[in-house]
T-cell receptor, first 110, second 114 residues
Framework: GIQVEQSPPDLILQEGANSTLRCNFS?????LQWFHQNPWGQLINLFY???GTKQNGRLSATTVATERYSLLYISSSQTTDSGVYFC????????????FGQGTELSVKP | DTEVTQTPKHLVMGMTNKKSLKCEQH?????MYWYKQKAKKPPELMFV???????INESVPSRFSPECPNSSLLNLHLHALQPEDSALYLC?????????????FGNGTRLTVT
C-alpha cells in the first residue's frame, strides 16, 4: 500500500513564527487532505488539495502530485495552532481508503 | 467542521457490557467510515459502508459489529471488549467511497474499557 511520511515529527515554535510541514507519499493519489487534531481530539479539515495551491487565512497548502509531496505553511503562528497535523491520502483503486501519515506534533509557545 | 455528529462523547464500559456508538450525518453522503485512534498514533480504518452496504472490513475483531440502518446513520456495536480497545473512535463520511471528495470527521467518542 501507499506509504505516507510526514516531517518533522515534532516542532516547537515561538508565537508569531512561520513553519512548513511536509508530506511525502510513495505512489500517485486521487485525494489528499490536511487535518489539524486539537488537544481535545477533534480532527478538523484544513485543506482538500489533491493538486495545486490553496490558502485559508494564515494557512496555505501546496501539493505537487507529479513529485508526490505536499506542504502545509503556517504563518504568524498562534498558541491555538498547537496540536497534531495529519496528512492523509486516498487511491480509488484501493477502495478509497484514507491513509494517514504519522503526523507532526506542533507546540506553539507564548 | 462538525457536520458529522457522534454520540456519546465519552463512554466507560466494563468488559462484559454491551454498548453502541452512534454517528449521524445529513450531508447526503453515501459513504461512511469508522476509524480507531490510539494515543499518539494516526487514525486507522476499521470499516467502510457504501450505499448502506459493508464495503471494507479491515480484519476487525468480531467484538466490534458495525451497522448502517440508513444512509444518514452508522452504529458501532461493542461487546466483550478488552482494555486495549480503549481509544478514540472516529466516524467520517464522504460523498461516495471512491470519488473526488473529502472525508468529514465527527468529534469522536472517547472509549475506556475497564
Amino acid at each position: 500500500g501507499i506509504q505516507v511520511e510526514q516531517s518533522p515529527p515534532d516542532l516547537i515554535l515561538q508565537e508569531g513564527a512561520n513553519s512548513t510541514l511536509r508530506c511525502n507519499f510513495s505512489d500517485s493519489v486521487n485525494n489528499l487532505q490536511w487535518f489539524h487534531q486539537n488537544p481535545w481530539g477533534q480532527l478538523i479539515n484544513l485543506f482538500y488539495i489533491p493538486s495545486g495551491t490553496k490558502q485559508n487565512g494564515r494557512l496555505s497548502a501546496t501539493t505537487v502530485a507529479t513529485e508526490r509531496y505536499s506542504l502545509l505553511y503556517i504563518s504568524s503562528s498562534q498558541t491555538t495552532d498547537s496540536g497534531v497535523y495529519f496528512c492523509a491520502v486516498r487511491r480509488y483503486n484501493q477502495g478509497g481508503k484514507l491513509i494517514f501519515g504519522q503526523g507532526t506534533e506542533l507546540s506553539v509557545k507564548p | 467542521d462538525t457536520e458529522v455528529t457522534q454520540t456519546p462523547k465519552h463512554l466507560v464500559m466494563g468488559m462484559t457490557n454491551k454498548k453502541s456508538l452512534k454517528c449521524e450525518q445529513h450531508m447526503g453522503h453515501r459513504a461512511m467510515y469508522w476509524y480507531k485512534q490510539k494515543a499518539k498514533k494516526p487514525p486507522e480504518l476499521m470499516f467502510v459502508y457504501s450505499y448502506e452496504k459493508l464495503s471494507i472490513n479491515e480484519s476487525v475483531p468480531s467484538r466490534f459489529s458495525p451497522e448502517c440502518p440508513n444512509s444518514s446513520l452508522l452504529n458501532l456495536h461493542l461487546h466483550a471488549l478488552q482494555p486495549e480497545d480503549s481509544a478514540l473512535y472516529l466516524c467520517a463520511s464522504s460523498q461516495q467511497q471512491s470519488r473526488d471528495s473529502p472525508l468529514h470527521f465527527g468529534n469522536g467518542t472517547r472509549l475506556t474499557v475497564t
